[in-house]
């Protein structure tokens, strides 16, 4: 009887490939991935923008100006009237366009560069005072003081005054008569 109770729900239970299928389909089980509406609208728009918008009528406009304009050729600086500007220089008009309005003249490139260094260099000469500040205090165990600031005699008068009307007026908001 011990043996038959063990036996008997394996002998009992039906076989699974036994059972009807119910959807007449081949697993019974979805299989989960990942979604993909976020990419693919992800990669839409990035081509639309970058390709669409950005690229081809970039590229049409440089080609139109090559083919049309062609290269430019630089001539002698004129001897009357003005002096050319820094953009006249480039060798395509697309190149002439964009220095004349997103870019910079050498000159004002050599500017920069120069205000820059010298920047760099005051703040470096900084740099070694305090650490040749911060080495003796060290070196001599001692420590940041602050040096007395000479005082304006204007400073002193108003100082004087406001000690006399203090004296001489008993409230601050009142001027009573004695």
């Known amino acids: 009887m011990g043996a038959l109770s063990k036996v008997a729900p394996t002998l009992l239970r039906p076989a699974l490939r036994l059972m009807p299928s119910t959807r007449l389909s081949h697993a019974a089980l979805f299989r989960k991935r990942p979604a993909q509406l976020i990419v693919n609208r992800i990669k839409d728009l990035s081509h ?9 009528p970039w590229l049409a406009v440089v080609t ?16 009357e009237g003005p002096a050319p500007h820094y953009w006249q220089y480039e060798r395509t008009p697309v190149r002439q366009w964009w220095a004349k309005w997103f870019g910079v003249s050498d000159m004002e490139h050599h500017e920069r560069n120069l205000a ?6 005051i703040v ?4 070694q005072v305090e650490d040749r500040v911060k080495h003796l ?5 001692d420590y940041k003081g602050w040096s007395y600031q000479p005082v304006s005699s204007t400073w002193v008068d108003y100082g004087r005054w406001q000690a006399v ?3 001489d007026q008993y409230e601050q908001h009142g001027h009573y008569t004695q």
């Open 48 to 56: 639309f923008y970058m390709i669409g918008i950005g690229f081809l």
């Open 116 to 121: 820059y260094y010298e920047k760099q260099g």
């Open 165 to 167: 009307r203090m004296r």
């Open 124 to 127: 470096s000469r900084w740099r």
């Open 64 to 79: 139109y100006a090559h083919l049309v304009y062609g290269p430019c050729e630089l001539t002698d600086i004129p001897k």
């Open 137 to 141: 205090e060290g070196e001599r165990l």
